[in-house]
Structures are given as structure tokens and as C-alpha cells.
């Protein structure tokens, strides 16, 4: 694959402004017509996100057929058409090392109401004439993101979307995807072709349900044969989009239905862990949210991962592949949260511990989006039911009477809530301070950052095809979310991020402004959040460098996979824009690791501050040179500092 294009690093540092641009802190700001209902969506960098839906009759039209797909411009909130051929209902995706996305499966090729394609087998189809589809099932598609420097029509920002040149080996709906430390993806499970659950009723075949569930994993890259994966068979029925990070020791986290283990990828073998409490599900369609929570020198970068929501429907109530056995929309979803730290340093006992309950309620199809100052923010979803859609249940035997059309939720959530992770347990979320919304977001919608630190909400369509008619219609309209810290009058604008982190290595030197924070320089330099370890030096015109390490080196590539990432620095929990790096080599395979970097220690300077003219108070010398004598404090220890890298590969299909 062919390396991405990364100048656009430079540009964005020169045109950045130190003065944030005025958003109501808290607020919704409509975010523009997406065009096509964006089921996924991805930042590809700077400049541009990519959104994806399924195959149905969007207005919208390439090539005389609905679109599926758009670029959509982050300055301009405007979105343009792009070719996908392949159905592309539901996908996995993720960013490759290089800063390409790639979505691997779908579904059939559809017609009209979600009818299969007018060239179809009986089962599946394979082109729709209406819709111009061709089967997604098997299907590998790959782009590489262009910038606003680019023709977005050009070929070199095109999908790349031909399952006869590129295919996996199975056909995979909603399959799990994780990158490991190559860089190479393991690709999890999935339906065959599409459905509620995926199981029969009763269960008497969990391994195939008769040819209509795939319990292998494969490679992309290909590293063999599609295997069977035990985990698979044995949590049947609610095994899709299985739930997986990876950890420090290679090994992958892997969740589905209420069971959990860690899993050997590369000799497939299996280490149960405790189940998820109260008979709680957390995959699709419970679809809680769920986030791994800061990797941190001071957590010695431990992974802890974090569920919320989904439902503790009873097992009969799932139902089977066509619908659920009870009225989903009338039962409430889960409020509760768990956390569970796979791999613990200091020997403790792994099992999953309770924490605070959600604000507002249950949440089902709740999304959990990392924002830089360490907190996360919870939006989307609905107070009662699960995703997917229908149109009946076992309950409700006619369309006509089902309350809310095709939806199997119900109860849009409309009000953000803000989870500190930092905080003590039973002071860990709050909703003060920001708006509601008053756009339901259920079955397919989506929420990311954006490189500016805002949060772009956009989708929702429980329906099998268009309908803006409906209780719960499809929806193209996009929202932007301004966190709490755009109340912020400046933000810090730093200089000297590079373009490439490696793991371990030289360290590297940030320069903040004087101009950029407001306070006391010592505070400023010393009070942060922070992923990636480093010292500061404060100098007397209030600016200050970030002496800052690569990626740690301690878990090679396995704690922070090798592709994109957006680097803020964050002052007084006042992050800067992000700054688009890659981690790694920028190529699928082992990558170079070297030893930690080695940082020189503090350099504290009393009377520096930021937010207006150079305050140097101390002795003579006017220049700002970090050796100065000037220099009043030396603290030898490392010092904790506002680097965040945020992985951007926040993947967003909701409920999806
Ligand atoms: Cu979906």
C-alpha cells in the first residue's frame, strides 16, 4: 500500500490560530447534511472524515445509484458522494499503519425495502440493478484519505472496492476487528448474511446454526487458513461485533454475549476470564458502550477497560435471527458499568468491579468518545430496547402495530454525560453544563473526535431501507459537540510535534507559546494530563518546551498498534488541536523498537506566565534559552506532562 501523504502536518501547525474560535462550551451545532446516513464514519485526517452506509435508496445518487459513501469536510461541514460498490451493511473497520482505512464484510447486495439483489442465488444476492450494489459478504475495502490539497473525485482517493482482486476468505457480517502489533488485522466471527441475533431457536447448532454463522478468525494480511475460534461456538447467538482490545502481552481481550477471555491470536489459544456481572450483554445489538481508559506512566500504561449499558434481557428474550421473543422497546436497558483490567501489574486478582452507574438512566447503543483532557464523553443511544431492527417481534405480530415503526429501541437519549475516570468512585459522571440534543441517535448512528477536540454525531436509521416518515426516521442531519473545554479563551498551540512517533527512541521537543495558555508557567507545565512521558523546561517569556519520549517501548507495538493518531497537548485540561502523526514504521510488520527515551529533568522558572506579553522577571537575560542561570528550580524525577495521543482510530459504528 502506498504510504500516506503526511505534509499536511506542516500546514496545519502554520495556519493554527492560538485564539479558539468562539463555541458555546456544552453546545450542539448543527453539523450539515451528510448525505448518506452515516452508519460508520472515520477521520482520515485533518481535513476530512469518511462516512459509510448500507445499501438503500438514499437521494443521493453516484454514478446513477445511491450512494453509500462520502468524503465530508471537516472546515466546511459539506459532504461529497463517493463511489462504494459493495454492500457495505455492517461492516468492521480500521486504520492500516500507513493511515489508510480498510472495512472488511457486509452484507448482499440489496434492492428496494432490503430485498435481496435481482441477481441472487436464493439466498444472497449479488448485484441489485436498482441500487447497483454487488455483495459486500467477503468484501475488502481500502482508501487512503485525501486532504482538501487534493481532487476528491481524483482516482488516488478513491475506495478501492473489487472483491474479485481482494476478498477475505469467509463472508463476515458484523465481524470483530483488531489490529495486532504488526499491524495486521484479526478478523472475528460474524453472521453469514444479516439478522437480529445470531442463533437459531433453540440452539441446537451453535457452531454453524446451519451454515448461517461464521465462527472462524482470519488475517489481513493473510497469515492462513480461516480457523475456529471456541469462544465463538461457545457464546452463540450474541457473538457479533465481538468486543476486543489488545493487550501489553500480545494477548487479545475478547468480549461477546456475557462471557470474556484472553486470546493467543498467532496459536489461537484461549484463557477464560470471569464473566460479565448481572447477566449483562455488551456486544451488538445490548451494544454498550465501552472504551479502554488512559494508558498512563503513572497506571505504569496498564490497560483498564471500561462497559456501560447494553441490556440483562433474559436468553429466551433474544430471540433468533429473524426477531426477538419479547417487545425489546418497552424493556430498559442496562445503566450499569463495569470495569475490568486484563492484565494487572501488581498481581491482583483479574474480575470485573462495578463502577457508577450511568447519569440519566440505562443506555443501549451509548458511545463512548476519549476526549484529550482525559475524560470521556457519552452520547447517542436510547433509554430502552436494543439495536437492530424489525418489523415485528414475538410479541408484536403485525408491522402495523409495532410503536415505533421498524425500531427495536426506544427513548432517544438525548443528554450528554461527561465519565472522569480520574475522579473517586461515586463522583465520576456528570451532565452539568451541556446541552441536549434533540436528534435521536439509535441503530446506526455514530459519534468521533475531531482533530479540533469537538465531537462529530452524525447517522441513525432503524429502518430496513429510507424512510423519513417514520417515529424514527433515517437521518442525514450531523451535529458538532463542543466539549466544556471550548470555554477556554486561548488554547495552546504547539510547534515541533513531528510527523512520526517511534517506539522508544530520541525524544522530541514541543514548544507552547506564552501566548497560548493563561497562568502560571510552572502550573501550566506541570498540571496536565498525560500519555506520553515527559519533562518541561519553563522560560522566562512564559513559553515552554515539552521534552517528550516516543511511544513506550516496554510492550513493543501491542500497547498502541502501529497506523494514525491525533497528539494534543493539553494544559490546565485545555487541549490544542491535534496534531495527525502516524506510530510506527508506517508499514504492516514487526516494528522498530529501541530503548525508552531518555529525558532530561525539569526546569521550573518562578514568575514565568502565559496569556499575554513576556513576563521574564528574573535576572538579566532576555533570551528564553533553556540553560539559562536563570533557571530557579531543577526537579530531577520525570515529571508527568499534557502530551495525549489519542488513537483516531475511534472506530464509530453504533450498534452497528
Ligand atoms: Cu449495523
Redesign the pocket.
Known sequence: MRGHQLSILTLGLATTSAFAQTHKPGSFEDGGDTLVSA?MMFVGNNDKVYMLD?SEANPTKINGYPAMGVAYDIATRTATPMLVKTNV??ASGMHLPNGSFITLGGNGAVGPGGDKGSVNDGWTGSYDATFGDLDGGPAIRIVDPCTDADDINSPKCQWFDDPTLLRMQKRRW?AGTEALADGSLAIIGGFVNGGYINRNYPNTDPATEGGAAEPTYEFYPSKGQAQNMQFMIDTSGLNAYALTYLMPSGQMLVQANVSTMLWEPLTNTEHRLPDMPDNIARV?PASGANAMLPLTPANNYTPTVIFCGGSDMPDDAWGDYSWPSIDTFNYPASAKCHRITPEPTDGSAVDYVADDDMIGGGRTMGQFIALPDGQYLLVNGGLNGT??YATQTRQTLSYSDMPYGMSLAAGPQFQPALYDPSKPAGQRWSNAGLDASTIPRL??SSAILLPDASVLIAGSNPNVDVNMTTFFPTTYKAEIFYPPYFSAPVRPVPTGIPATLSYGGSPFDITVPASSYSGDANDAASNTTVVLNNTFTVNKDGSFVLHTAQMPPNANANLFQPGPALVFVTINGIPSNGTHVIVGNGQIGDQPTAAASTLPGSVRLDGAAGGSAPQANQGTNSNNSTDSSDAVQFTPHTMLMGVVVGAFALFS?L??
Open positions: 452508519m448500507k451493511f455492517c458484523y451488538y439495536a437492530g441503530y446506526h459504528v450498534g452497528a
